[in-house]
C-alpha cells in the first residue's frame, strides 16, 4: 500500500512538477505558523510600538506597524506609581523563591524515587501519580492552608508549588536512564554521601534538564495570580504583578486610578490602551531577558529524561 502510494506520487510529481500532498503539507505549516506568529507579533511588536508611541501620534488612531517616534511617559507612569513597583518587586521575589524551591525539592524527591532499591518505592511513585490526576479539591486546599496559617501571608504564593507532581515524573525518568550509575557509584566509593553524591555529581550531569524545568516552573509563577486572588485577596501590598495586569485589562477603576495618578505628575490623560500595552511589556520583558542565557541548556534539556537510553 505505502509503495503503491509512493509511485503515485511520483507519477504526479512527473506530470506536474508537484505534487498536492507536498502543497497541503507547505499550506499546512505556513498556515499554523502564521497563527503562531500573530500572538507573538501582537505580545511584543505591536504592544512595543503602541507603549513607547508619543502621545499625539496615538490619539490619531490607524495601523500602528512602525515607531512613528519615540516617547517613555507610559513607562514613567508606571515606575513612578508605587503599586506598580511593589507588584513587580513582589512578583520577581516570589518566582526567585518558589522556582528556587521547587526546583531543589523536586529534584531531591525524584533522585530518591529512581533509586528502585530503596523498598516501597513503586507504592510511593503510585501515589504520587494518583495524586497527580485526584486533588482533594478547593475547600479541603482552603483548609490546609489555613490550619498552617497561609492564609493571608505572602508565603502561601510560595511553598504550595514545592512539589510539582509533572516535573517530578520527568526529573525521576531523567535520573533513572540518563545519568550513568558509575559516576554516583564512583563518588560513593570515594567517600561522598548519597547527598554528597546528588549535588557534586548528578545535579551538574543535569543542567540541561533542570534549566528546561526551571524555566517552565519560573514562568508559571511569574504569570500566577491564583494563589492571590484565592487565598490573600484583600492585602494589596502583596498583589503581584499578574493581577495588576489582569486589572489593567478588565477592572475600568484600576485603569482611572493610574490615569489620574499621571496627571498629578504633570503629563497628559493617558490614553488607557497605551498603559495597557507597557504593563504588558513589562510583564513579558523579564521571561525574555533571562530566556537568552538558559537556552543553550534549554534547547538540549527539552528531549532529555522523556525515553529510555
Do not use: H
Request: glycine share 6%.
Amino acid at each position: 500500500m505505502m509503495r503503491r502510494m509512493a509511485g503515485e506520487r511520483r507519477t504526479m510529481y512527473s506530470r506536474l512538477g508537484f505534487n498536492f500532498y507536498d502543497v497541503f503539507v507547505l499550506v499546512f505549516c505556513a498556515g499554523f505558523g502564521l497563527i503562531c506568529f500573530y500572538p507573538l507579533w501582537y505580545s511584543l511588536w505591536y504592544c512595543l510600538v503602541a507603549s513607547v508611541m508619543p502621545y499625539e501620534e496615538y490619539i490619531q488612531g490607524g495601523l500602528m506597524l512602525w515607531f512613528k517616534g519615540f516617547d517613555l511617559q507610559y513607562y514613567i507612569q508606571i515606575f513612578g506609581n508605587q503599586t506598580y513597583v511593589n507588584s513587580l518587586w513582589i512578583s520577581a521575589t516570589k518566582t526567585v523563591l518558589a522556582t528556587t524551591l521547587s526546583v531543589l525539592v523536586t529534584s531531591t524527591m525524584a533522585y530518591a524515587a529512581s533509586k528502585s532499591r530503596i523498598r516501597g518505592m513503586k507504592v510511593i511513585n503510585a501515589l504520587v501519580v494518583f495524586n497527580l490526576f485526584f486533588s482533594g479539591g478547593l475547600i479541603p486546599t482552603y483548609m490546609l492552608y489555613q490550619d498552617l496559617g497561609l492564609i493571608g501571608s505572602y508565603w502561601v504564593m510560595v511553598l504550595p508549588g514545592a512539589l510539582n507532581i509533572t516535573y517530578y515524573i520527568i526529573m525521576r525518568n531523567y535520573f533513572s536512564y540518563s545519568v550513568p550509575r558509575e559516576l554516583e557509584e564512583a563518588a560513593l566509593l570515594d567517600g561522598c554521601s548519597e547527598f554528597s553524591a546528588f549535588f557534586r555529581v548528578v545535579m551538574p550531569l543535569s543542567k540541561s534538564m533542570l534549566a528546561a524545568v526551571a524555566l517552565f516552573i519560573a514562568v508559571i509563577n511569574w504569570n500566577d495570580y491564583y494563589n492571590y486572588m484565592m487565598y490573600i485577596g484583600n492585602r494589596t501590598e502583596l498583589q503581584p504583578f499578574a493581577w495588576i495586569l489582569r486589572r489593567m485589562l478588565t477592572d475600568k477603576s484600576m485603569m482611572n486610578s493610574i490615569r489620574n495618578g499621571a496627571v498629578s505628575m504633570g503629563f497628559e490623560l493617558p490614553p488607557p490602551m497605551g498603559l495597557r500595552m507597557a504593563t504588558i511589556i513589562c510583564a513579558v520583558i523579564p521571561i525574555v531577558v533571562v530566556y537568552p542565557f538558559i537556552q543553550p541548556y534549554f534547547t538540549s534539556g527539552m528531549t532529555l529524561g522523556a525515553v529510555k537510553e
